[in-house]
């Protein structure tokens, strides 16, 4: 049925492209009966450039493509013989072939694929992929119930008609892409584009429900039912894992030895917590452009159908893959981009990320005592001494910039509380240390002792009191200092973008980054802006785009206001003189929908 839909919807979209092109060439006739020749060809030209090129290229790239199977580290039956007998014994009781390959990968989330032929009618070579996560969390049982899901795509014969519904996907998408946002000929293909969607999408959640009574006749409705309320609890969890644990020190360039390890470990260790998230699963709202029913539904429908009364398995999925260890290493080696970060075990990973990441706060704050005092070499002692001077109230106002003398004072204990925990690290009296049940702690655990030490330093005469604390803990105040001259992009990344504005009268591309602008002079013709942005993007990191175009770090900016938001009106003015007006233009083109709104509000915020 999918692939006779997509099929039709497929050739229907054609249908209208000729209709169209039909449409076109009779209004030119028309037109030029009326007025002139030249002002048909001029009316008409747009519509059948848009019709030819946009359809019939799409069409071209269409027809040879083929989808691109995702990457995964493969297993032979050889190497994990349980693994492959539980899948093959599933396919036999489901009654369908086997994978051709297992191949492991880095989510949580199983899925198959199958090379089919002649528009789906004859199968091809099939593979399954299983993510390493549910292997390291899931039961033996509830394992068997994401196979078997999986394996019901196979028997239904879901899987051969993946590439047809493919090919109309890229034949639509190519189509709408090559034609630009203000042509009419654009408008009636995305609204037959919202069609074909709205049937493959529904197709797709009928698939679903059928894969999940398979799930629920091989492996049983507990262990079904159970699995699929506790994948978006690991799904939360994975991306939780990420943002707390690998990131900072991802971005700063470390890498943990066993990211699957550390994410077991995280789960094991947060059991409670996980268990509130299954108390209260999220809410999910149903809609029309799903390609999964909601799992509210799905759960419901498990329920209404017969239990074949299967014996649980509660071993770990783990025991199917004895050697998981090793396993997600070749993972992090085949399929993670190291790019000569440092890998570390967790105990060593964690510390050095977060005291990377002191550093780089303790930065921003040096940088900014730098801009008042001028002395390009700069420790906490020099803070220190500065204050004793009687320069507290002008080190601490570029901070709180709205607060009075007497408040700024006070509030500038938080910018040496930072100095003085990073002295603390860098002197050795304390280190991180890594928790998987909670956050990185300090230890010995010395943080209230330095929260006083800071506000003895922001009182009146209390620098050599701070001072005489920071002695008896350890810490020398000249451990801090600063080490990154001028802010980077480094774990930047792109939040909005701009093309064709100009910038202090010269065209440019505007890049928004979580750490600043980048300004790309004379990127190119006018009537590509968005594609170039994406394909600019999506080619190259934050970073690089900062190191090799001009980039303005936030903290540069000494304030920015904003004139007017349609079309975009705004002066920024940089803390070394400097002044830049930006100014939006009838050809500039956005990277998304709200990234007019992204800069502005980056803007105000200066």
């Not at 019901?152 to 590439?163: P, V």
């Not at 529904?202 to 059928?210: F, I």
Request: no cysteine; proline share 5%.
């Amino acid at each position: 049925m999918r692939a006779a839909i997509s099929l039709t919807l497929l050739a229907g979209f054609f249908v209208v492209a000729l209709a169209i092109l039909g449409g076109a060439v009779w209004a030119g006739v028309l037109i030029a009966t009326l007025t002139t020749g030249v002002i048909a060809v001029k009316l008409m030209v747009p519509l059948v450039l848009a019709v030819v090129g946009g359809a019939g290229g799409a069409l071209w790239k269409a027809l040879r493509a083929r989808p691109e199977p995702p990457e995964g580290l493969p297993v032979t039956a050889a190497r994990e013989p349980d693994l492959w007998r539980t899948v093959t014994d599933l396919a036999t009781e489901i009654g369908t072939r086997p994978p051709d390959e297992i191949r492991l990968v880095p989510e949580v989330n199983a899925a198959v694929s199958e090379d089919a032929k002649l528009f789906g009618l004859v199968g091809g070579h099939r593979i399954m992929y299983i993510g390493l996560p549910l292997l390291h969390t899931l039961t033996v049982g509830q394992l068997r119930a994401v196979l078997a899901h999986e394996l019901g795509h196979y028997s239904h014969s879901h899987t051969r008609l993946g590439e047809v519904a493919y090919r109309g996907r890229l034949a639509i998408g190519g189509t709408l892409s090559r034609i630009g946002p203000y042509n009419p000929v654009g408008w009636v293909f995305k609204g037959y584009a919202r069609l074909y969607l709205l049937a493959d999408n529904a197709v797709s959640r009928r698939q679903e429900l059928q894969a999940d009574e398979a799930s629920v006749r091989l492996a049983g409705r507990t262990a079904a039912r159970s699995v699929m309320l506790e994948l978006p609890v690991l799904d939360a969890a994975w991306e939780f894992f990420h943002d707390a644990y690998v990131s900072t020190g991802w971005e700063l360039g470390y890498a943990p030895d066993d990211v699957f390890a550390g994410f077991a470990a995280m789960v094991h260790a947060r059991a409670s917590e996980l268990e509130a998230l299954r108390a209260e699963p999220d809410e999910e709202v149903a809609s029309i452009w799903d390609t999964h029913p909601p799992t509210a539904v799905r759960v419901a429908a498990m329920d209404a159908l017969p239990d074949p009364g299967a014996a649980p398995d509660d071993r770990p999925a783990a025991a199917l893959v004895p050697d998981l260890a090793e396993a997600g290493r070749a993972i992090q080696d085949l399929l993670f981009d190291l790019d000569g970060r440092t890998v570390l075990p967790w105990a060593a990973f964690i510390p050095a990320a977060l005291a990377a990441d002191l550093q780089r706060d303790g930065d921003v704050v040096f940088r900014a005592i730098r801009r008042v005092t001028g002395h390009e070499r700069l420790t906490l002692s020099d803070v220190l001494d500065a204050i004793e001077a009687g320069r507290l109230a002008e080190l601490a106002q570029p901070f709180h910039r709205t607060a009075t003398r007497r408040e700024v004072e006070a509030l500038f204990a938080d910018q040496v509380e930072t100095l003085m925990v990073l002295a603390a690290v860098r002197s050795g009296a304390t280190a991180f240390q890594l928790s998987w049940s909670g956050p990185a702690t300090l230890v010995p655990p010395i943080g209230e002792e330095l929260e006083v030490a800071a506000a003895l330093a922001v009182a009146p005469g209390g620098v050599a009191k701070a001072r005489a604390k920071l002695l008896e803990l350890g810490v020398d105040p000249h451990a801090a200092e600063l080490a990154e001259q001028s802010r980077t992009a480094a774990g930047s990344s792109v939040m909005a973008g701009a093309a064709n504005v100009k910038v202090d009268g010269t065209e440019h591309d505007l890049l928004a980054l979580t750490e600043g602008f980048v300004l790309i002079a004379n990127p190119g013709s006018a009537d590509d802006g968005q594609r170039r942005l994406e394909a600019l993007v999506g080619q190259a990191s934050a970073d690089w785009l900062a190191a090799n175009h001009r980039f303005i770090p936030y903290e540069e900016i000494a304030e920015a206001s904003v004139t007017r938001e349609i079309p975009l009106r705004a002066e920024i003015r940089l803390h070394d003189g400097g002044v830049l007006q930006v100014q939006e233009r009838m050809s500039s083109e956005f990277l998304s929908k709200d990234s007019r709104e992204i800069v502005i509000s980056v803007l105000r915020q200066m």
